[in-house]
């Protein structure tokens, strides 16, 4: 009997939400009720809920309620992916052409860095079964682009549950020796991956910044070293950055491109 009270609440406050976001002035209390066929203790009760979120506003004018900001956070990361992954898709397209390698996209959500796009010269199912997986930040080329754009004790807090295990041969095992290796990668604009993650496969990322500079993703391309001995990292590394630094022009970042 509980779950379906909370099931029935849930439902009518989108009935609510939906209500709202189809009139631009807002309906006050006696018409939330009316258009729904709610009683108005229902509403009232509801409606307090979404505004301590922000979901709603009220106006102290007309009494009438509107949708608030809570939706924008909500839905930020969300429509910035799309965004970001429309913007990116030409560029790392590109990026793979010239490389032969395949591309990599990829954002931070909370300690992990998590795929969300790919590109490559043959059709593959890899491409789809990638998408969403999740990896670590301290081995991956992508996870440490990702945290260039924060201070070190932002890493510190961050990662201070991270058990720093060995994936392979060159993996960093505690975090002063990560700190040590973002400190160069801020300095010189990308991250290396060279055999942490994996034996015999290198990694070479950037960051992409928006609009505030800040770090939103990442773009990688990766390699097998006996595959390809004449790739070098830091040749490599200049075709991502310019990529990079393009994708970041797109979305709203003046800090200067490369194209």
């Known amino acids: 009997m509980a779950t379906e009270l909370k099931v029935q609440s849930l439902d009518r406050t989108f009935d609510i939400l939906e209500l ?6 807002g309906y006050n209390l006696v018409q939330i009720s009316e258009k729904l066929d709610l009683p108005k203790s229902t509403v009232h009760r509801l409606v307090g809920v979404l505004l301590q979120r922000e ?6 004018d007309t009494n009438r309620y509107r949708l608030g900001p ?6 930020s990361h969300y429509l910035n992916s799309l965004e970001l992954k429309t913007e990116s898709s030409p560029f790392m397209e590109e990026l793979s052409e010239s490389t032969g390698n395949v591309v990599f996209l990829a954002i931070r959500q909370n300690d992990k860095m998590v795929y969300i796009d790919s590109k490559e010269q043959i059709n593959s199912l890899r491409k789809y ?23 070190d004790d932002e890493i510190r807090i961050l990662l201070a549950k991270e058990p720093f295990e060995k ?4 993996t960093h095992m505690n975090m002063e020796s990560l700190l040590q290796d973002i400190r160069e990668c801020r300095r010189r604009g990308w991250a290396l991956d060279d055999q942490e993650a994996e ?13 505030r500079g800040q770090v939103i993703a990442a773009i990688s391309t990766s390699w097998v070293l006996a595959q390809h001995p004449e790739m070098i990292p830091e040749e490599m590394a200049e ?15 003046t800090g200067g491109t490369t194209r």
């Open 239 to 253: 075709k991502v950055k310019r990529q990079a630094a393009n994708i970041s022009f797109n979305m709203g970042y």
């Open 20 to 25: 709202l976001a189809n009139e631009q002035n």
């Open 129 to 151: 079964a990638i998408i969403g997986q999740q990896k670590p930040l301290y081995c991956t080329s992508l996870g440490k682009a990702l945290l260039i754009g924060l201070t």
């Open 199 to 211: 034996p015999a496969i290198n990694c070479v990322a950037a960051p992409i910044r928006d609009y």
């Open 70 to 75: 809570g939706f924008i956070g909500l839905c």
């Open 167 to 170: 994936r392979g041969p060159n």
């Open 55 to 60: 979901f709603v506003r009220k106006s102290q």
